[in-house]
């Protein structure tokens, strides 16, 4: 495979953080079109926010700048920046406002409904963005995550609806402050200039916590022994100068129970006050007690913060999952190869389907894609080509969450080509938040199907072999009448207009997929004739 050197030139902020990597030089496996200068509008059609609660939206749009941002029909108390695009504010009555949006630029004009839901629940489509695990580890720092907001925007993918920068493990110092909540590190000198620098791109932010005394990577949690806020491991010393547990002396097994004290609200008002968007709440096994917890103090601040459960919930607690949080992981830490994807994957999503619907999305984790490593030993995800094929287009007709967990520094144009995908990324953002199911399939195999808002069905064909095979469908065995057009999302174009009970089948390579939208799919159109 020839290779291509990847230089920060284009990135400089990232020099001394990313270093030079060899990628892959995947571009003949491109199929994404580059987008047109003409505007054009993506992301996603609904927005939900609660009442007087701030409101933040970029809207995302691809073209040639400058470009002029105008919205008819925005509701009392937002304000649009007709330069950036970012809509700011607040809106005081509850309802569902139709809203146009419009971005102009020397070439042509563009326009997208958007409808603004203010009401009971926030996140209403699948959250898009980047968490700095995967990829930095407990290394992360104030400047990495500054650096990677600014690479959102630069790289294009904020123009796309990516739009969540979070903080994970390794901010933590110790409690203090007006709240005797958890303050940063020394890593992290100013939270509350990040959040604000990643607020003025238009861009979210979030961060991290456990309700255990100790976090996975043996910083302090959200609940204590004491009532003072006081760590017996910290008080004794045992920790390094951004007060980690020196696990050389004991083992991070130690500290990770639950405390007698609860700090949520104290955590939560401090993470208010800062402009936290985000909340990444992570212990195993999850309970509805210490899940309710924080639930209840993050409704206490008055802001709208997306509650992301993690890890590895299991079902039985599904109602509680979905009475109290946005999201929640449905496994372990995913890795960067086919049997941790495809396992994640296509064995322990469908049944979470009853569950999944607009402000509730159970999470397959992080995207493995880019350059990874942990913060331990970083390297080219080992992925194939057609192995990140499937991992977006399976995660997108699940309506999964989609964090990026790559070094932002280094993006190249195969990666930024399955990122940068309006029509896929469509499906995962669809309004109606339906999960895509197995429709048929066998252990070489699988087709997945999704109903999308307008009627029309995506359909994903997977080949989980090792050998290139043929996969294809029948629309009426699918529950579609009619003539069907068969579009390829991942090539932006139409490839087939089939009858009802004829056969489309394609090619996939190994590991690989295709994903497809059947229009006009169920239409509340007159029959009359014989569609048996």
Same mark, same amino acid.
Request: aromatic share 10%; charged share 25%; net charge neutral.
């Given at each position: 495979?020839?290779?291509?050197?990847?230089?920060?030139?284009?990135?400089?902020?990232?020099?001394?953080?990313?270093?030079?990597?060899?990628? +892959?030089?995947?571009?003949?496996?491109?199929?994404? +079109?580059?987008?047109?200068?003409?505007?054009?509008?993506?992301?996603?059609?609904?927005?939900?926010?609660?009442?007087?609660?701030?409101? &933040?939206?970029?809207?995302?749009?691809?073209?040639?700048?400058?470009?002029?941002?105008? *919205?008819?029909?925005?509701?009392?108390?937002?304000?649009?920046?007709?330069?950036?695009?970012?809509?700011?504010?607040?809106?005081?009555?509850?309802?569902?406002?139709?809203?146009?949006?419009?971005?102009?630029?020397?070439?042509?004009?563009?326009?997208?409904?958007?409808?603004?839901?203010?009401?009971?629940?926030?996140?209403?489509?699948?959250? &898009?963005?980047?968490?700095?695990?995967?990829?930095?580890?407990?290394?992360?720092?104030?400047?990495?995550?500054?650096?990677?907001?600014?690479?959102?925007?630069?790289?294009?993918?904020?123009?796309?609806?990516?739009?969540?920068?979070?903080?994970?493990?390794?901010?933590?110092?110790?409690?203090?402050?007006?709240?005797?909540?958890?303050?940063?590190?020394?890593?992290?000198?100013?939270?509350? *200039?990040?959040?604000?620098?990643?607020?003025? &791109?238009?861009?979210?932010?979030?961060?991290?916590?456990?309700?255990?005394?100790?976090?996975?990577?043996?910083?302090?949690?959200?609940?204590?022994?004491?009532?003072?806020?006081?760590?017996?491991?910290?008080?004794?010393?045992?920790?390094?100068?951004?007060?980690?547990?020196?696990?050389?002396?004991?083992?991070?097994? %130690?500290?990770?129970?639950?405390?007698?004290?609860?700090?949520?609200?104290?955590? *939560?008002?401090?993470?208010?006050?800062?402009?936290?968007?985000?909340?990444?709440? #992570?212990?195993?096994?999850?309970?509805?007690?210490?899940?309710?917890?924080?639930?209840? *103090?993050? #409704?206490?601040?008055?802001?709208?913060?997306?509650?992301?459960?993690?890890?590895?919930?299991?079902?039985?607690?599904?109602?509680?999952?979905?009475?109290?949080? %946005?999201?929640?992981?449905?496994?372990?830490?995913?890795?960067?190869?086919?049997?941790?994807?495809?396992?994640?994957?296509? %064995?322990?999503?469908?049944?979470?389907?009853?569950?999944?619907?607009?402000?509730?999305?159970?999470?397959?984790?992080?995207?493995?894609?880019?350059?990874?490593?942990?913060?331990?030993?970083?390297?080219?995800?080992? &992925?194939? /080509? #057609?192995?990140?094929?499937?991992?977006?287009?399976?995660?997108?007709?699940?309506?999964? /969450?989609?964090?990026?967990?790559?070094?932002?520094?280094?993006?190249?144009?195969?990666?930024?080509?399955?990122?940068?995908?309006?029509?896929?990324?469509?499906?995962?953002?669809?309004?109606?938040?339906?999960?895509?199911?197995?429709?048929?399939?066998?252990?070489?195999?699988?087709?997945?199907?999704? +109903?999308?808002? #307008?009627?029309?069905?995506?359909?994903?064909?997977?080949?989980?072999?090792?050998?290139?095979?043929?996969?294809?469908?029948? /629309?009426?065995?699918?529950?579609?009448?009619?003539?069907?057009?068969?579009?390829?999302?991942?090539?932006?174009?139409?490839?087939? %207009?089939?009858?009802?009970?004829?056969?489309?089948?394609?090619?996939?390579?190994?590991?690989?997929?295709?994903?497809?939208?059947?229009?006009?799919?169920?239409?509340?159109?007159?029959?009359?004739?014989?569609?048996?």
């Amino acid at each position: 495979m020839k290779k291509i050197l990847l230089l920060l030139a284009v990135l400089p902020a990232f020099a001394a953080a990313a270093q030079k990597i060899e990628a +892959p030089d995947y571009s003949a496996y491109i199929l994404t +079109p580059k987008a047109p200068d003409t505007p054009r509008i993506n992301g996603p059609k609904v927005y939900g926010v609660h009442p007087k609660a701030d409101f &933040l939206y970029r809207i995302p749009a691809t073209g040639i700048r400058p470009m002029n941002f105008s *919205a008819k029909g925005l509701p009392k108390g937002l304000k649009l920046d007709s330069e950036s695009g970012i809509i700011r504010g607040t809106i005081k009555k509850s309802g569902t406002y139709n809203v146009t949006l419009i971005a102009e630029n020397s070439l042509g004009k563009a326009e997208r409904e958007f409808r603004i839901v203010v009401g009971e629940r926030i996140a209403l489509t699948p959250p &898009l963005g980047w968490n700095s695990w995967n990829c930095w580890g407990n290394s992360v720092s104030q400047d990495l995550m500054k650096q990677s907001a600014d690479a959102m925007v630069s790289s294009g993918l904020a123009d796309y609806g990516w739009t969540y920068i979070n903080i994970d493990d390794g901010w933590q110092g110790i409690r203090g402050g007006k709240y005797n909540a958890i303050q940063p590190n020394g890593k992290f000198p100013d939270i509350k *200039a990040l959040a604000d620098h990643i607020h003025s &791109l238009g861009l979210k932010f979030g961060i991290y916590s456990t309700p255990w005394v100790g976090t996975y990577a043996s910083h302090i949690g959200s609940s204590c022994d004491n009532a003072d806020g006081t760590y017996w491991w910290v008080e004794k010393g045992i920790v390094d100068k951004n007060y980690r547990l020196d696990r050389s002396k004991i083992s991070k097994e %130690e500290i990770r129970y639950f405390g007698e004290y609860s700090f949520a609200r104290q955590d *939560a008002l401090q993470w208010a006050e800062w402009g936290v968007d985000y909340l990444k709440y #992570d212990w195993n096994l999850n309970d509805a007690w210490w899940m309710r917890d924080m639930r209840e *103090a993050i #409704d206490a601040t008055g802001r709208d913060i997306v509650y992301s459960i993690s890890n590895k919930a299991r079902v039985a607690l599904g109602p509680q999952l979905a009475q109290y949080a %946005e999201c929640w992981r449905t496994t372990t830490d995913i890795r960067d190869t086919w049997e941790s994807m495809a396992t994640i994957g296509f %064995e322990g999503q469908d049944r979470w389907a009853g569950f999944r619907e607009p402000g509730r999305w159970p999470d397959a984790d992080m995207l493995v894609l880019g350059k990874v490593g942990w913060g331990r030993k970083m390297h080219w995800t080992e &992925l194939t /080509p #057609d192995e990140q094929y499937t991992h977006i287009s399976l995660w997108s007709i699940m309506a999964s /969450p989609m964090l990026l967990g790559c070094d932002m520094a280094i993006l190249d144009e195969f990666t930024l080509s399955l990122l940068c995908n309006s029509e896929v990324l469509d499906v995962n953002q669809d309004p109606l938040g339906i999960q895509g199911v197995r429709h048929e399939g066998d252990k070489d195999y699988a087709i997945y199907v999704k +109903p999308l808002e #307008d009627g029309s069905l995506a359909v994903g064909l997977f080949n989980l072999s090792g050998q290139a095979r043929e996969i294809g469908f029948i /629309p009426h065995k699918l529950g579609l009448m009619g003539k069907q057009m068969v579009r390829d999302l991942w090539r932006q174009q139409d490839v087939a %207009e089939i009858a009802q009970k004829e056969r489309f089948s394609v090619t996939v390579a190994p590991h690989g997929a295709a994903l497809l939208r059947l229009s006009p799919g169920i239409t509340g159109n007159k029959l009359v004739g014989n569609y048996r």
